[in-house]
């Protein structure tokens, strides 16, 4: 009912900067959250932001001073900028959405396929 579509991923240099997208579509009501996960083979799937729709963040100790996370809630689309990438930040992220359709008017966690990053001299 909802579909998130994340781009934006590649290959960067130690140092770099990189910036991910996700944007919502479908019946929807109301979304009131979005976020940015990753994953690497062998680990858990880690939260790295997220936003609510008042505007509050939290961000992972790893990322913080490096990554912000922004949203423009008229486009449903969620961003993150990732500044002084190191190569443990290597992971796919996958982006997340907790919202109400139209149709069920029930509230629920919604997964994008992910998109790869990669940080590598």
């Known amino acids: 009912q ?10 960067v240099q130690p140092g770099g900067s990189l910036s991910l997208s996700c944007a919502a579509s479908g019946g929807i009501f109301r979304i009131y959250a979005m976020g940015w996960y990753r994953q690497t083979p ?3 799937r880690e939260l790295v932001a997220a936003i609510r729709n008042g505007g509050s963040t939290n961000y992972t100790d790893s990322v913080k001073g490096r990554f912000t996370i922004s949203r423009d809630n008229a486009k449903n689309t969620v961003y993150l ?6 190569p443990e930040d290597t992971a796919v992220y996958y982006c997340n959405a907790v919202a109400m359709t139209t149709a069920t008017l029930r509230s629920m966690d919604y997964w994008g396929k992910g998109t790869l990053v990669t940080v590598s001299s």
């Open 42 to 44: 062998g680990k858990q």
């Open 81 to 86: 900028q990732m500044n002084s990438l190191k």
């Open 2 to 11: 909802v579909q998130l579509v994340e781009s934006g991923g590649g290959l």
